[in-house]
């Protein structure tokens, strides 16, 4: 992730990215500052970044048409995205709703960036396998699961969010407006974990800063001085099942009385800030429950099974096939003449009548090996969902390759990092 393209053309915005890029270690990022569309498109196409940088309140590029760009070819400008804003402009959640459909990971205020624009970036770089596994097959018969330790800084927390959406959206488990929600959602629940569990501030100190016109960030600052607050961690952990996922938000602090929490949240205003994130949880989980001692919730998303990936415009005119449960797509031995773009479902992967895996539209394709090498099939794959491929005959990839040749180049990546990972397993399982 060394190469970060940068889109902007403010120069008192490029001066504070430099200033906050001057504190990371000499030489690890490579910085392009884009401005024309035509380097812009040229970048994203060709160099295929991992993370890019977009200021959104820029008025002198068109951000809609750049948005537009990436839409229409997801599968390839795929990236994720560091949104910088200016409050005095643009308000985060109605960016964060213009702009779903993208990897929107985070969104900084402009003010903010000497700060945390780099320490962002870290936290990227630490967890991206995570983030964006589409280059990996994945078996969901064992499960995914992750933690992240959170400390007491309420600037991380949207980062953390995203990535938490992020992580079912690019698995197609949610839709763009559900991870809209969930992002916010988890927001709201880590920082009520910070502010009223680490950092013990209640309801009434609370209203009583913002009156005086303190900010929450302020206040914890403040709470902070004391070195056994500072300490305290939220431990943030997901579980990713078959057909659900679960996320927990755990914090060090005495907890509350959840039942008397609840009940008072009931009798406000829908538009109150207070109890916001759990009537937004509520609202979008299928189930929420807490501890008994009240520093921990349970965040429940069932999957949605019926969401389509886009198919890549350049494989838009290329046979469709529907599949139901029980189909089989590939029979092991065949001759190996086509591959399959997998845009929804799930698929078992079965050897010698055993399965050794399962397949999903984060694999993004099926039989791609055998159809390169030119082998016969391997495996055998049953779909065990309803489910729609994109059928690419030999001749038909090939035309698609010559007319998309940043299609090759994406797909030449894709093995490398699979050659790349089998290696790292061998290599494990040698010592």
Not at 13 to 30: H, L, N, R, V
Not at 378 to 403: C, D, H, M, P, Y
Not at 409 to 415: A, E, T, V
Request: some cysteine; overall charge negative; aromatic content about 8%.
């Amino acid at each position: 992730m060394s190469t970060l393209g940068i889109i902007n053309s403010d120069p008192e915005t490029k001066q504070k990215i430099e200033t906050a890029f001057s504190q990371a270690p000499a030489g690890k990022y490579d910085l392009f500052f884009l401005v024309e569309k035509k380097d812009i498109l040229e970048f994203l196409n060709y160099a295929l970044p991992e993370l890019v940088i977009i200021n959104f309140s820029d008025p002198s590029i068109n951000i809609s048409e750049i948005v537009s760009h990436v839409q229409n070819d997801k599968w390839i400008l795929n990236f994720g995205i560091i949104g910088l804003f200016s409050h005095e402009k643009d308000q985060e959640e109605a960016l964060l709703k213009k702009y779903k459909a993208i990897n929107i990971l985070t969104l900084l205020d402009n003010f903010r960036l000497r700060t945390h624009l780099v320490k962002n970036i870290q936290i990227i770089e630490e967890n991206y396998q995570i983030i964006f596994q589409r280059e990996f097959t994945k078996n969901l018969l064992d499960g995914v699961s992750g933690s992240f330790s959170i400390e007491n800084d309420l600037l991380a927390v949207p980062l953390y969010s995203g990535i938490g959406a992020t992580i079912l959206a690019q698995r197609g488990l949610i839709t763009p407006d559900s991870k809209m929600h969930l992002q916010l959602s988890l927001s709201e629940l880590i920082v009520n974990a910070i502010e009223h569990g680490n950092c013990g501030i209640t309801y009434e100190e609370k209203t009583e800063a913002l009156d005086r016109g303190v900010s929450p960030i302020d206040l914890i600052a403040e709470k902070c001085k004391d070195p056994e607050v500072s300490a305290k961690k939220v431990m943030f952990l997901w579980e990713i099942k078959t057909d659900r996922s679960i996320f927990i938000i755990h914090d060090e602090g005495k907890g509350f009385d959840v039942k008397a929490h609840i009940k008072k949240i009931a009798q406000q205003d829908q538009l109150s800030l207070h109890g916001r994130g759990i009537r937004m949880a509520a609202s979008l989980s299928h189930e929420l429950k807490y501890n008994n001692k009240g520093n921990q919730v349970a965040l429940v998303i069932k999957h949605d099974m019926s969401v389509e990936h886009e198919v890549p415009v350049g494989f838009s005119r290329e046979q469709i096939v529907r599949v139901k449960p029980g189909d089989t797509v590939i029979q092991e031995g065949d001759p190996s003449d086509s591959l399959y773009y997998i845009a929804s479902g799930n698929y078992g992967v079965f050897h010698n009548g055993q399965q050794v895996g399962t397949l999903s539209p984060q694999d993004i394709f099926m039989g791609e090996m055998s159809f390169l090498l030119n082998e016969r099939r391997s495996a055998t794959v049953k779909a065990t969902t309803q489910g729609k491929l994109i059928l690419l005959a030999r001749e038909s990839f090939i035309n698609v390759i010559r007319e998309y040749p940043y299609y090759g180049i994406f797909l030449s990546k894709l093995l490398a990092k699979r050659l790349v990972r089998s290696n790292e397993q061998n290599s494990r399982t040698m010592d």
